[in-house]
T-cell receptor
Framework: KQEVTQIPAALSVPEGENLVLNCSFT??????LQWFRQDPGKGLTSLLL?????REQTSGRLNASLDKSSGRSTLYIAASQPGDSATYLC??????????FGTGTSLTVIP | EAGVAQSPRYKIIEKRQSVAFWCNPI?????LYWYQQILGQGPKLLIQ????????DSQLPKDRFSAERLKGVDSTLKIQPAKLEDSAVYLC?????????????FGPGTRLTVL
């Protein structure tokens, strides 16, 4: 069974700092990997999707990388803003079409 | 475009009671998902529908949980009887296509507290 882990569980940074969130998975037979954002009391919003054949995806200040062989992905956030405060979740889709979320990283950006 | 709607937003019940949650996906979306998110954990997929057929319910505790998607549109998730460990946020999501890799759009969730 796929295990998806995110470290750290919580992170506080001052505004303007660049930061990296980590996601690791145990089974490298994945179809793709997604990063989501979850705000309190709200649903999840998809941020970036990386297909298994890709190495990275970029959207604005966000850059996600994927190293399938080592079972790792990182989400890089440049020039963090207080509005970036949220929980960030990664999720993998196995080649068997099963979908697994990670444990999440709670990010607080301090003004 | 209206998003995924869920109701109720909050529910408090006592153990052994029954409860039902409702989800209305984005219009035209073929696939609907129910997730359970326990505090401090990532969401866990409970069941996936394509139109009104079940694609994956391998992680649904079938002795107490049931779900249906009549007419391939809205869906209900029921717990009967509830246990303390069922306290969680229940998220509904939908996607336009039939692949699990399609972008999923999530509703706000229903927070269930079992006392």
């Amino acid at each position: 069974k796929q295990e998806v882990t995110q470290i750290p569980a919580a992170l506080s940074v001052p505004e303007g700092e660049n930061l990296v969130l980590n996601c690791s998975f145990t089974d490298s037979a994945i179809y793709n990997l997604q990063w989501f954002r979850q705000d309190p009391g709200k649903g999840l919003t998809s941020l970036l999707l990386i297909q298994s054949s890709q190495r990275e995806q970029t959207s604005g200040r966000l850059n996600a990388s994927l190293d399938k062989s080592s079972g790792r992905s990182t989400l890089y956030i440049a020039a963090s803003q207080p509005g970036d405060s949220a929980t960030y979740l990664c999720a993998v889709t196995n080649t068997g079409n099963q979908f697994y979320f990670g444990t999440g990283t709670s990010l607080t950006v301090i003004p | 475009e209206a998003g995924v709607a869920q109701s109720p937003r909050y529910k408090i019940i006592e153990k052994r009671q029954s409860v039902a949650f409702w989800c209305n996906p984005i219009s035209g979306h073929a696939t609907l998902y129910w997730y359970q998110q326990i505090l401090g954990q990532g969401p866990k997929l409970l069941i996936q529908f394509q139109n009104n057929g079940v694609v994956d319910d391998s992680q649904l505790p079938k002795d107490r949980f049931s779900a249906e998607r009549l007419k391939g549109v809205d869906s209900t998730l029921k717990i009967q009887p509830a246990k303390l460990e069922d306290s969680a946020v229940y998220l509904c999501a939908s996607s336009i296509g039939t692949s699990i890799s399609d972008t999923q759009y999530f509703g706000p969730g229903t927070r269930l507290t079992v006392l």
